[in-house]
């Protein structure tokens, strides 16, 4: 699902505990994000915009059950493929099972609209987490459907058949008119019914497709709370970091934000959404970047070391450069990494 960097490794402690941060975070990128139509030039009577409003509203706020497969891409062919059932409930409530592979068999993403558990019993591991309140949730929506109109580049499709459901199909490109991402969204619910994600060479990498979904479902008692087996171990994660405008976000942590001056293609620095996390006594400075769409982030860490390499894992990109630690966790080509480390050194 994300690019790799295969850079030579750095043996320093603190760079692995930032990127155990990121992880901890969980602001790694999650397969699923915001959806967008625009206007079409083939169809006249469409509003993609409201469709659009109304997809990214509907998210969370939808009865229904579903089975989906989720299939992962590379070189043009398939590398993994998983069947989930879903159940999503209005209010943010979710209960996702993983039903194959049989390595995988089990998995648990469970939501009551407050908190979210992760379950892995191959693992024997919990995580939990607290969630935003819906309220910050409904306004970060509304900016993304904002933000999706002012900086990408939206095409209707037209018409087409999911799911034995109607849907709108639709394209989203960068500003460079880059392939982001097809989607189909159900004209009755504005549900997504399928995705598919592009990488920066044009390739598909990632699809998210529901084979089947009943908009009438009935909930088990206790299907959105979730119950630590015997056993198992229960993580907790920090609750939700607070934001804050640039400038307070220095004079808390300390010390000046390095903004790059290379940003991949229609994403914006979101200067009024800085966070400042505390790990092992170390202030770390949490910068977004997104362009409604999709979002990446740098955290930055102040500590002298004279190592200039960098390293890679999975969805985390870690180096040292002036007295900085930097980790950088998204969903970012190579060549856009690359990009992005040289102008931090401009």
């Not at 099972?97 to 995988?104: C, F, H, R, V």
Request: aromatic letters at 8%; proline letters at 5%; hydrophobic letters at 40%.
């Amino acid at each position: 699902m994300c690019s790799i960097v295969m850079i030579p490794r750095l043996q320093e402690q603190a760079c692995r505990n930032a990127v155990a941060l990121a992880r901890w975070l969980g602001v790694a990128l999650t397969a699923v994000m915001f959806l967008a139509l625009g206007l079409s030039p083939t169809v006249a009577d469409e509003d993609p915009y409201r469709t659009m409003h109304d997809a990214i509203m509907s998210k969370g706020n939808v009865n229904y059950s579903a089975e989906r497969v989720v299939e992962l891409y590379q070189g043009g062919r398939r590398t993994r493929a998983v069947r989930q059932r879903v159940y999503r409930k209005r209010g943010d409530k979710q209960h996702i099972e993983t039903l194959e592979p049989p390595s995988e068999a089990g998995r648990l993403v469970v939501s009551n609209g407050k908190w979210l558990w992760e379950y892995s019993p191959q693992k024997r591991e919990v995580i939990q987490r607290q969630l935003q309140p819906s309220s910050m949730l409904k306004s970060n929506r509304q900016r993304a459907a904002q933000l999706i109109k002012e900086v990408l580049v939206l095409q209707y499709i037209g018409r087409t058949t999911v799911a034995s459901r109607p849907a709108h199909e639709l394209a989203i490109r960068d500003e460079s008119r880059r392939l982001l991402r097809k989607c189909w969204i159900d004209t009755g619910t504005h549900v997504e019914l399928k995705l598919e994600k592009y990488g920066g060479s044009g390739a598909l990498y990632m699809r998210i497709e529901i084979t089947s979904i009943d908009y009438g479902p009935s909930f088990v008692a206790g299907m959105f709370s979730f119950a630590t087996p015997p056993g198992v171990v229960l993580r907790r994660a920090p609750p939700p970091a607070t934001r804050m405008a640039l400038a307070t976000a220095e004079q808390l942590a300390g010390f000046r934000a390095i903004v790059p001056a290379y940003l991949p293609s229609s994403y914006i620095f979101e200067s009024n959404n800085v966070a400042v996390t505390t790990y092992k006594k170390m202030r770390t400075l949490w910068l977004t970047f997104t362009n409604g769409l999709d979002s990446f982030s740098l955290f930055e860490t102040r500590w002298q070391h004279t190592d200039k390499g960098a390293q890679q894992q999975k969805s985390a990109t870690q180096w040292y450069d002036d007295g900085i630690c930097f980790t950088l966790v998204g969903d970012l080509t190579v060549g856009e990494i690359e990009k992005l480390m040289r102008s931090l050194r401009q």
